[in-house]
């Protein structure tokens, strides 16, 4: 396991964090690539990864590899619409008032209970 030195401080006066020299091993560094890939880290834990990965071709490559992965499953896997007098009961269900009684296709309102019998 590699350690690469940096560190995260804190500034005594406006309380913003600041990188220097702290320890992230690469297991931390893996911990966090979904999040990095899916841009969910702050702004100092984007940078702490990132120098973590400039300097480690380890967790690079393994980042790479779980991007890749991503990318192949968004753009093979299909996504399935929903069918549209579903959309449209959905739609109408959001826009009716909080009390105010629902009614659904005959055909959709038994499929909707159906779903609801093992519950």
Not at 47 to 55: F, P, Y
């Amino acid at each position: 396991m590699k350690v690469l030195p940096f560190y995260v401080t804190m500034s005594r006066e406006n309380h913003e964090l600041a990188l220097e020299d702290a320890y992230m091993d690469c297991l931390e560094t893996v911990a966090r690539l979904h999040l990095y890939i899916d841009r969910e880290l702050t702004v100092e834990e984007i940078e702490i990864v990132q120098r973590h990965l400039e300097n480690c071709p380890s967790c690079d490559c393994r980042f790479h590899f779980d991007l890749k992965i991503k990318r192949l499953i968004h753009d093979h896997c299909a996504f399935e619409r929903a069918p549209e007098r579903l959309r449209q009961a959905v739609m109408r269900l959001a826009h009716t008032a909080a009390g105010e009684p629902v009614t659904f296709e005959p055909e959709l309102e038994m499929e909707i209970r159906a779903e609801f019998e093992d519950c």
